[in-house]
């Protein structure tokens, strides 16, 4: 029998509106919500008191567990557990990060947090487990906090909405500058250095008496960044004015060394100061690596001799090593020179990420404390009035003494016959009745009367400071004078770290002049390996050596060179490239592809390689015939993407780049006695044609002149040489020449005649 069909249940309508949405915007939405919280609530600081949330809830947390600077430590642990279960719902391990970064003098200016135990160390260490490490507060800190429970600030609740939590610090100290930050948000970041707290408090006071001040003006009192690990700035004034005026640019920042003399001409480089956030221990192991690379010949040695303070010694291979030269090249090569951004982006009093110029956040802040000033007093001023109110009541009290007891002896509820028989308001009748016995006496009333007075004469000059703004201003002034002397330049934390230095010249000594200087062969392949050899092997040069080449790769041109010289090659797509040999890879394999060390198009090959002379001279021939000569110099290449020389039409390609021989003084060639007087070209149809080299033009770039026509094919080869000597080519393993070259000389751009008998039949028969 079957089962009877049951009705399906109808699923309940839900109370919530289904809004039907595309993925696209649904993502969008979603994805802006995290950007915003990623902005607001983790990577930018607020520009009132420098602080990111995590920072602000480790602080008030600390301040809630009475870790004040005179009193004693408690376990990181037990500071960390309580951020994460109170105030900021994120792991541990991040939160306990933050408060060993706020405890690090290497890393941060003005440390927020005092720790006991390991914390790290500037050689990048980390700090040792939260339960074994001990924190309290400094008194810079304290000062971040000073009257927060003096309802100078606005409270939220917390995640859970069980405890209460400041939304910003009243920040007695400016601590954005102080300290700086640095965090990446989604779509922007921020990266502000820290500063002199003494020169930011002396801005502070010159922008409070003038408020419209020049850039300039507030630049000679804060002159540039004062780093935790000090170092020399060597930025220009130029520059440092412009990046505080708009908000973004960079700081050059060097290590600070010294000479020490050993006695007989014989010194070391003692490093003692390096740039900030760069780890000790990968800088001695980068100079270390140049040094195994041989890229630091003239240094012999680098030994890390530090203790509490950075000590790295330098030795030079020879007393004959200028120090300035040596510095200069490690500048250059490591990171004991870097340059430190500056982006303030940081959340202005409402919220708002955005880049503000030094003005900007120099005034943000002191609007910032003159809200704390005028909340402050108004909190004051409304403590005295309830104080003053308690006391015209004991007063009352005092007046009426005999009768006030016996009511109260008399009446269960007193209260309602002392605020109708003596017009008391409800607070007074309830201090009254609060009074203990002993407060009764006649000295208590003297005391009393004389309070009274003194909250009366604070009582108008707290209205008369909340009338005045002029009167405000100065008190804080007089607040940041304060803040001056607790942690200015006079005192030891506050005293400046990092020397302002003169900007460097321009380095004389080429780079290439501190490579250690030894022999070596450049070996390159048709289908582009190159590599180097250890010596000047005049067989690999001559192509007779027995070198190894990959499956369906051979030999195509090797050069003699040192190894602090640059290699030059011609391209088949009209540029020139430059290699520094140093750079090459070494060793008897295959060497690398050459198009990983230089951006060469894949239809383009190496048509020669040289060893650069910045007077030598090349003949450039494309595949049509046209050419010109170009000094070494014109086509140096600075960067990777080479530089033009031989313009090319569709279908063109370069084919010859020959040297023109040195001439001496005299103008005769080096090796011949005879200056070059002429050019030898021929074509794919083996014609040969000889013309005097003057009819070619000299040429930075360009396609050139014609120099060989043809009705079919193009040039095959080109050479310059000294007429009267013959000219001179290959043929198999034997040397040819000949004298008598009458019948082949012609004008350029002629066709030519069929070459002299037992010429060469390659391709290439002048570059075999």
Known sequence: MAKPRTKR???????????????????????????????????????????????????????????????????????????????????????????????????????????????????????????????????????????????????????????????????????????????????????????????????????????????????????????????????????????????????????????????????????????????????????????????????????????????????????????????????????????????????????????????????????????????????????INNRLEILAGHLVAYLNLDSVIRLIRREDEPKPLLMKKFKLSDVQAEAILNMRLRSLRKLEEIEIKAEHKNLGIKKRELRSLLKDSKKQWLSIAAQVKHTKEMFGQKTALGKRRTTLGQVPTAVVVPIESFVEKEPITVILSVKGWVRTIKGHRDDVVSGKSELKFKEGDRFLSAVKAQSNDKILLFASDGRFYTLSADKLPQGRGYGEPIRLLMDLPNDADIVSMVVYDQEQKFLLVSSAGRGFVVVAEQVFAQTKNGKQALNLTKGEYGRVCTPVPRSSKQGDDILTGQPPDSVAIIGDNRKLLIFPLKDVPQMGRGRGVILQRYKGGGCADAKVFTIKDGLTWKSGDRERTETDLRAWIGARAQAGRMPPKGFSRETRPFST
């Open 9 to 383: 249940s109808k699923r309940p309508k839900s109370s919530e509106t289904v809004h039907n949405t595309t993925l696209d915007d649904a993502l969008s939405e979603r994805y802006l919500a995290y950007a915003l919280s990623t902005i607001v609530s983790r990577s930018l600081p607020d520009v009132r008191d420098g602080l990111k949330p995590v920072h602000r809830r480790l602080l008030y947390a600390m301040r809630q567990l009475k870790l004040d600077p005179t009193g004693g430590y408690k376990k990181c642990a037990r500071v960390v557990g309580d951020v994460i279960g109170k105030y900021h719902p994120h792991g541990d391990s991040a939160a306990y990060d933050a408060l060993v970064r706020l405890a690090q003098s290497f890393s941060v200016r003005f440390p927020l947090v005092e720790g006991q135990g390991n914390f790290g160390n500037i050689d990048g260490d980390n700090a040792a487990a939260m339960r074994y490490t001990e924190a309290k507060l400094t008194p810079f800190a304290k000062a971040l906090m000073d009257d927060l429970d003096e309802d100078v600030v606005d409270f939220r609740p917390t995640y859970d909405g069980e405890e209460l939590e400041p939304i910003v610090m009243p920040s007695a100290v400016p601590n954005l500058l102080a300290n700086g930050s640095a965090g990446i948000a989604v779509g922007m970041a921020t990266n502000i250095p820290p500063h002199n707290v003494g020169e930011v408090c002396d801005a502070l006071l010159h922008l409070i008496k003038t408020p419209k001040a020049r850039i300039s003006k507030l630049v000679d009192m804060i002159p540039g960044p004062d780093f935790a690990t000090g170092g020399v700035l060597v930025e220009s004034s130029d520059n440092i004015v412009e990046a505080y005026k708009s908000g973004r640019g960079s700081f050059r920042l060097r290590a600070k060394w010294a000479v020490e003399d050993l006695g007989r001409g014989i010194y070391h480089v003692v490093v003692t100061e390096i740039p900030y956030q760069i780890q000790k221990s990968r800088l001695i192991e980068r100079i270390a690596t140049l040094m195994e690379e041989k890229k630091l010949p003239v240094l012999a040695d680098v030994r890390d001799e530090s203790a509490e303070d950075v000590r790295i010694i330098l030795e030079p291979r020879s007393r004959s090593v200028d120090p300035e030269q040596l510095m200069e090249q490690l500048f250059r090569q490591t990171d004991l020179e870097t340059r430190f951004g500056l982006n303030m982006n940081v959340l202005d009093s409402s919220g708002v990420p955005r880049v503000m110029s030094l003005v900007e956040v120099l005034q943000a802040y002191l609007n910032h404390r003159k809200f704390i000033l005028v909340r402050h007093a108004k909190h004051q001023l409304a403590t």
